[in-house]
Structures are given as C-alpha cells and as structure tokens.
C-alpha cells in the first residue's frame, strides 16, 4: 500500500511538474495583418518532458487552454489559433510540437502595443510571463540567449537570430548610437477588424527622435477583387516626432484594405515606411441594401401656402431604392379619409438594388367638400403619404357644384321613380307634327285662292 502511495505521488508531482518552459517568441505583428496568424513560441529548457495538457496562454483581455501535448526536453512548441495558416506563410520545424487554443484569436487577440502574455500551467500558476511596448511588420519579439529581448527574423522552431545591431535591427541601432539619426515608420491602425456601419482607421506616423522632417503620405482603400474604392490625396506637412490622422470614410459591406505609404526627408530606414491592413463590413448596411424604399421626395406646382386647387394638375417626384424584392409595380394615388378618391397611376421599377426616381404628373380630385388630401404610395413592400392642402372653392364653384348636385340627383330621382318629366327636345318633338300638318293645311289653301283668283 506505501508503495502504491509513493508512486501514485511522484505520478501526480510529474503532472504538474513545470520544468523550465518559457516563452522564446512572439509574433504579434505578422505580415499576413491577420490575427488568425499570430503566433508564440515556447520552449523546455530543462532536462524533463512536460505534459501541458491544461495549461493556459493568456493576455490582458482573455485565458485560452492549449490542446493537450508532451513538450520534450529541449524542445520548441508553437501556440497558434485554431484554423491558422501561419504553419504556410512561415518557415516551420517539423520537429516542433503544434499546440492550439480553441478560437480564432490568441487570448483576445496580441496587441500590436502594450501588451502582456502570461504562460500558466495546469494549476493556475504563472510560469512565465512577457510584456512589450511595441511590435514590428514581419519582425518577431525574440528572447535572446543572455534572456534579454530583441526584434528578429521570425525563426519557428528554430533557435532565435542574434542580429547585427549595426545593420539589420535598426530600432536598437538607433539607441546605441550616439548621433541618432531619426527613422520615421506609418502604421494603420484599426479598433478591430471586423465593423458594422462604423468604420474608421487611424494612420500614425512615428519618429524616433524629436527632429523636424519634411513628409509626405499616401493612402488608398482597396475592395476584395482589388480596386481602388477610396484613395486620399497626397499629403504635405512638417512634423517633429508624431502625427495622427483619422479617417471614416462611408463604405458598402465586403472586405477591404488600407494602405499607407509614407515618404521622410530625414529617415534611416524606409522598409517601416508601409503598412497595410485588412478588415471587414458587415450587418446593418447589408440589411439595409436588401430592404427597398419608396418616398415622395417632392411636390411641384403648388400655389400659395403650398395649397393646390381643386382639379388642378400636379407633378410629384417619387424616389427610392430596390433592394431584394420580386415585386415591381408602384401605385399613386389620393387618398380622402382613408378613402381612396382618384385612379392609380402605376410604375415599374424591375432591376434590383438600383436607385430610382420619377416625376408623375397627377390631377387633383375636384370637390368642394375637400379641404385636404392625402398623396399615397406604395410598393416594394413600402409606403409613403403627404397631406396636401386645397384652397377653398370661390362661391362660383361652389354654386356650380350644387347645380351639378341637385341636377345629378334630380336625374337619379327621376330614373328611380320614373316620373313624366319632358325635356325641351321631347317637347319639340310632340308639337313638330301638328305644326306640320297647319302649315300644310295653310299652303293647300293659299294655293286654292290664288288659282281661283286668276280664274
């Protein structure tokens, strides 16, 4: 029973056993500009395999637990988001172990910034923990052998580069030097890469001393099949040691890039001076392309106060847009109290999501009892109205409105009740014929006297 006891002891001390792992590089900053790409690498500087089944990388915003995995003595591992293609874009070793954490970002995603990772094992204990200021495109934060930290080569698997200070790592040149010479770099910044509706980046340019410097940028917004939807004039300016330009500019749903290119006068190093960034626009201006609109954008014609007449002739401009819809037919109308009082007129719009616009002439109803009504539309799934107010009928109209009235119903009382009521036409006709018939009686005997007469 002891003996089971001790083995079942030292089993457990094995499993959580740390070793000397520790974290050898980062690559926050990868030049794919994809956070599903950014990659740490781990290493076991002791002399025991370590099982991480269970450990946790972590940043400041979140903790995601590795895949389980032995790393060996002396032996390099890579921590990488679950889906990536860095093992692609990168020289790798196969000798590595690949770990994964469950998502698509590495903690919430490694800050190009002021970032820190903390390594922890199975019990939530920090085995190892990085912070760094900044980050480099395409350049790696390495742990050097004297356990001090530099920019480098991204080496996967591999041993970290110890590079020549005095012609490749730059930033660090220009600390040791003692002239220091000034180096500007451009970075595109974005809050996040994928956006609804509220796009906007920031384009910073950065000195590394504080020295006056004649500079010129450039920028350029590209779509997914590679053309150029929004490209910004060059800009002229004089700046000391930063500048900041913020841009948001209005565009459609899809994925993008943005680039910019900046050019210095006083510049050591001109391969900082690019940076390209890709994001995505989704949601609401997606919804909104499919949903169709009708409006009345305008009425012509009106008069004084914006009153028309009775039986006048107006013009209304309608517009809109069409978006994801089989329907294609727009109908006008005026409307009285929810009544409809005059014919439709009907448009066709058939092509969807494309703006469109008409003017259509329409002729108001003509009657006295109406003070206002309602111009209606509708179609596409939409509607849209407006009031319009008439001008009061003169006493004239109104007289000839109830002429027409009681002439109308007169006739309909007629009809129904079937009364002997005689038009001026059907008089004539009854009393055409017996006048007729005199005149006839009359001239046979005019012509009787005359012919005697002559006898």
Same mark, same amino acid.
């Given at each position: 029973?002891?003996?089971?006891?001790?083995?079942?002891?030292?089993?457990?001390?094995?499993?959580?056993?740390?070793?000397?792992?520790?974290?050898?590089?980062?690559?926050?900053?990868?030049?794919?500009?994809?956070?599903?790409?950014?990659?740490?690498?781990?290493?076991?500087?002791?002399? %025991?395999? *370590?099982? #991480?089944?269970?450990?946790?990388?972590? +940043?400041?915003?979140? /903790?995601? @637990? !590795?895949?389980?995995? =032995?790393?060996?003595?002396?032996?390099?591992?890579?921590?990488?988001?679950?889906?990536?293609?860095?093992?692609?874009?990168?020289?790798?070793?196969?000798?590595?172990?690949?770990?994964?954490?469950?998502?698509?970002?590495?903690?919430?995603?490694?800050?190009?910034?002021?970032?820190?990772?903390?390594?922890?094992?199975?019990?939530?204990?920090?085995?190892?923990?990085?912070?760094?200021?900044?980050?480099?495109?395409?350049?790696?934060?390495?742990?050097?052998?004297?356990?001090?930290?530099?920019?480098?080569?991204?080496?996967?698997?591999?041993?970290?580069?110890?590079?020549?200070?005095?012609?490749?790592?730059?930033? %660090?040149? *220009?600390? #040791?030097?003692?002239?220091?010479?000034? +180096?500007?770099?451009? /970075?595109? @910044? !974005?809050?996040?890469? =994928?956006?609804?509706?509220?796009?906007?980046?920031?384009?910073?340019?950065?000195?590394?001393?504080?020295?006056?410097?004649?500079?010129?940028?450039?920028?350029?917004?590209?779509?997914?099949?590679?053309?150029?939807?929004?490209?910004?004039?060059?800009?002229?300016?004089?700046?000391?040691?930063?500048?900041?330009?913020?841009?948001?500019?209005?565009?459609?749903?899809?994925?993008?890039?943005?680039?910019?290119?900046?050019?210095?006068?006083?510049?050591?190093?001109?391969?900082?001076?690019?940076?390209?960034?890709?994001?995505?626009?989704?949601?609401?201006?997606?919804?909104?392309?499919?949903?169709?609109?009708?409006?009345?954008?305008?009425?012509?014609?009106?008069?004084?106060?914006?009153?028309?007449?009775?039986?006048?002739?107006?013009?209304?401009? =309608?517009?809109?847009?069409?978006?994801?819809?089989?329907?294609?037919?727009?109908?006008?109308?005026?409307?009285?109290?929810?009544?409809?009082?005059?014919?439709?007129?009907?448009?066709?719009?058939?092509?969807?999501?494309?703006?469109?616009?008409?003017?259509?002439?329409?002729?108001?109803?003509?009657?006295?009892?109406?003070?206002?009504?309602?111009?209606?539309?509708?179609?596409?799934?939409?509607?849209?109205?407006?009031?319009?107010?008439?001008?009061?009928?003169?006493?004239?109209?109104?007289?000839?409105?109830?002429?027409?009235?009681?002439?109308?119903?007169?006739?309909?009382?007629?009809?129904?009740?079937?009364?002997?009521?005689?038009?001026?036409?059907?008089?004539?006709?009854?009393?055409?014929?017996?006048?007729?018939?005199?005149?006839?009686?009359?001239?046979?005997?005019?012509?009787?006297?005359?012919?005697?007469?002559?006898?």
């Amino acid at each position: 029973m002891k003996v089971i006891f001790i083995a079942l002891f030292f089993v457990l001390l094995a499993g959580i056993t740390n070793g000397n792992v520790i974290i050898n590089e980062i690559n926050a900053n990868p030049f794919t500009n994809d956070s599903i790409d950014e990659w740490i690498e781990i290493y076991n500087d002791g002399n %025991e395999d *370590i099982n #991480l089944s269970n450990w946790k990388i972590e +940043d400041k915003v979140r /903790d995601d @637990i !590795l895949s389980d995995g =032995i790393l060996k003595a002396e032996q390099y591992g890579i921590i990488t988001a679950k889906g990536t293609l860095a093992y692609l874009n990168y020289n790798f070793s196969n000798e590595c172990i690949q770990f994964y954490v469950g998502d698509t970002n590495i903690g919430g995603g490694l800050n190009n910034e002021n970032e820190t990772i903390f390594l922890l094992n199975l019990n939530g204990i920090i085995v190892d923990t990085i912070n760094y200021s900044t980050s480099k495109k395409d350049k790696t934060y390495s742990r050097l052998k004297n356990d001090s930290w530099m920019f480098a080569n991204p080496t996967m698997g591999y041993e970290n580069e110890e590079m020549n200070y005095e012609t490749e790592n730059i930033s %660090e040149k *220009i600390v #040791l030097n003692e002239s220091r010479e000034c +180096d500007w770099n451009v /970075d595109v @910044i !974005l809050e996040k890469t =994928i956006f609804r509706d509220d796009f906007s980046f920031r384009t910073e340019m950065k000195n590394s001393v504080s020295e006056k410097s004649n500079l010129k940028l450039r920028r350029k917004i590209t779509n997914g099949y590679g053309e150029i939807v929004e490209e910004y004039n060059e800009l002229s300016f004089e700046a000391v040691n930063t500048r900041t330009l913020t841009n948001t500019p209005n565009l459609g749903y899809g994925i993008y890039s943005v680039e910019a290119f900046l050019d210095a006068d006083c510049d050591i190093d001109d391969k900082n001076n690019y940076d390209k960034e890709f994001f995505m626009i989704i949601g609401e201006k997606e919804e909104r392309r499919n949903e169709s609109e009708v409006k009345i954008e305008r009425i012509y014609d009106l008069g004084k106060d914006n009153h028309a007449k009775q039986g006048q002739q107006i013009r209304v401009k =309608i517009s809109g847009y069409k978006g994801n819809t089989a329907k294609e037919i727009i109908k006008v109308y005026f409307l009285n109290n929810k009544e409809r009082v005059s014919k439709e007129t009907t448009l066709n719009v058939e092509d969807k999501f494309q703006n469109y616009s008409f003017v259509v002439p329409l002729l108001v109803p003509e009657n006295c009892d109406f003070s206002n009504l309602t111009l209606h539309i509708e179609g596409l799934n939409e509607d849209d109205n407006e009031v319009i107010n008439l001008e009061k009928c003169s006493i004239k109209d109104e007289i000839l409105d109830e002429e027409n009235y009681e002439i109308q119903n007169e006739t309909t009382f007629v009809y129904n009740e079937n009364l002997n009521y005689e038009s001026s036409s059907e008089k004539l006709n009854k009393i055409g014929l017996p006048f007729l018939v005199l005149a006839l009686i009359l001239l046979i005997i005019y012509l009787i006297f005359i012919k005697r007469k002559s006898l």
